[in-house]
């Protein structure tokens, strides 16, 4: 399992929410570029940044930090927030971006999602289908988790098959940035429905018992944010003991 340290952006900086809550921000470094070189230099291989703005309001705002990060960092980085047409996924791609993490509009426009699967390539896109829970379903929420879809993740799910759909990414929007463990059996849950799936997990991440169990799961990777800027995990260290827990 490969693990992701995250860079949320806000403002410019990077910051952590909780539950997805903007007032909740919490700038933990002035400067995205310097905390991707770290990451890099802790032995990571992958970031995941999300621009937490474009993601609220539908257009990206920090596409010359992700451009400045692709270029100077020295990491693989998958990045997403506020991705509504296919110029802002070929300008990302053209800059060097691995991956595209798309979604409200994975969930509010599926053809036209399907279509960028084929004209980018599987490989190159991630759909973020984030849920909070509702009677105990797990229902999607779109625009920075500002807002209900009235869709389960299931049934979002199964419109993608046969599409050849290859990374989804989930989180359990109720345990972001609580530190309180991830959402393990949601985790096993999509394993058991989709196996060809390759899953991200994301939201609540507390140490490196908790990746250890996603790696079982066989999880493909984690997303972990709070948890390293808050030192409950040391990448690198975390990184050495999950590479042999699959």
């Known amino acids: 399992m490969d693990i992701y340290p995250a860079i949320d952006l806000k403002d410019g900086k990077c910051v952590r929410l909780t539950q997805g809550d903007f007032a909740t921000a919490k700038i ?43 270029r100077d960092a020295g990491l693989q980085v ?23 993490v798309v979604g409200s509009l994975a969930v509010q426009d599926k053809p036209t999602v399907r279509g960028w699967l084929k004209s980018f390539g599987s490989h190159r896109i991630v759909l973020a289908l984030d849920v909070k829970y509702a009677d105990g379903e797990p229902e999607i929420v779109t625009h920075g988790w500002q807002s209900g879809s009235h869709q389960l993740l299931w049934d979002v799910l199964d419109a993608y098959d046969g599409y050849g759909l290859r990374h989804v990414l989930c989180t359990d929007v109720g345990r972001d940035g609580m530190l309180g463990g991830t959402n393990r059996a949601l985790y096993a849950a999509m394993r058991d429905r989709a196996p060809a799936l390759e899953i991200m997990a994301s939201g609540g991440v507390d140490g490196v018992d908790d990746l250890r169990a996603l790696a079982r799961q066989g999880v493909a990777a984690a997303i972990v944010g709070k948890a390293i800027y808050e030192n409950r995990i040391d990448l690198g260290d975390a990184m050495a003991q999950v590479r042999d827990a699959g």
């Open 28 to 70: 933990y470094r002035a400067d995205p570029v310097a905390q991707a070189r770290e990451f890099a230099a802790a032995g990571a291989r992958w970031l995941h940044m999300v621009d937490l703005e474009g993601a609220r309001d539908g257009a990206m705002r920090h596409m010359d930090i992700i451009e400045s990060i692709v």
């Open 78 to 100: 998958q990045t997403g927030g506020g991705i509504r047409d296919a110029g802002t996924v070929d300008r990302l791609l053209q800059a060097g971006v691995a991956r595209v």
